[in-house]
């Protein structure tokens, strides 16, 4: 069955970096485009970041842009987040998500929690 696994998120302080990883198993991963969405304390969904199946590809929310930087390794069916510049309005679940239109997508990961604080 599909099955989407983030990880690597944690606590870092304004200004840091992370990297999260998304490990895909289940389905033939370098068919299907993947997208970042983060939801924090109180608030909606945002979306963050959707690349192509290729990984040639990607789109960013505005909050993100310049900042963060979505990669994909189709021979490892990972899908990665590089997040940079970090600010504490960063902090949030992020999720992976099966697809481009993430919003009708049934297929997302647990998420894993990232907090930007001093």
């Known amino acids: 069955q599909v099955q989407l696994v983030e990880s690597g998120g944690g606590l870092v302080q304004p200004g840091g970096s992370l990297r999260l990883s998304c490990a895909a198993s289940?389905?033939?991963?370098?068919?299907?485009?993947m997208s970042w969405v983060r939801q924090a304390p109180g608030k909606d969904l945002e979306w963050v970041s959707t690349i192509n199946n290729g990984g040639g590809s990607t789109t960013y929310g505005d909050s993100v842009k310049g900042r963060f930087a979505s990669s994909r390794d189709n021979a490892k069916n990972t899908l990665y987040l590089q997040m940079n510049s970090l600010k504490p309005e960063d902090t949030a679940v992020y999720y992976c998500?099966?697809?481009?239109?993430?919003?009708?997508?049934?297929?997302w990961g647990q998420g894993t929690q990232v907090t930007v604080s001093s």
């Open positions: 289940g389905f033939t991963f370098s068919r299907y485009a």
């Open positions: 998500a099966r697809g481009s239109d993430w919003t009708s997508s049934p297929y």
